[in-house]
């Protein structure tokens, strides 16, 4: 099965070509290692409603299987894609951001300090990474493989041959 994936990067200097994406191209990358296929990215600036408005954009038109997001998961208070996100999901998936968070504190104690968040809207997950390319890359490798049996669950009819043996 073919997977699609969008890397959103949201970033107010990013938007305007002020700092160099480094982010999300490295997501993009690591995903295409894994056979994602790439089907959008973008560079937002840190505003509620347009961050609402390209995730349901790349869910409910695009029905793209998996979006992730850089940027916006700190302290700052621009930084509200977390908040953005539960505007949108539908159901909350609380296990990917606290794998994340769990592999991050394995490298820096600041790793408890993201607060991603994750979600299913449609039949899109949507997850949340941090704006550092380093740490992105990180947490993404930290959940790609349990991240495509989540996206065969979510796109089967029943359990995905949840608990079967593979042969």
Known sequence: MAYTAAVITISDKGAVGQRVDTSGPAICEILKNEGWEIAHTEIIPDDFDKIKEVFCRCSDKMKIDLILSTGGTGFSPRDITPEATL???????????????AESMRITPHGCLSRSEAGIRGGSLIINLPGSKKAACENILAVISAIRHGIDMLHSAGSADCGEEKK
């Open 87 to 101: 505007a949108v999901i539908e159901r909350r998936t609380p296990g990917i951001p606290e794998a994340m968070r």
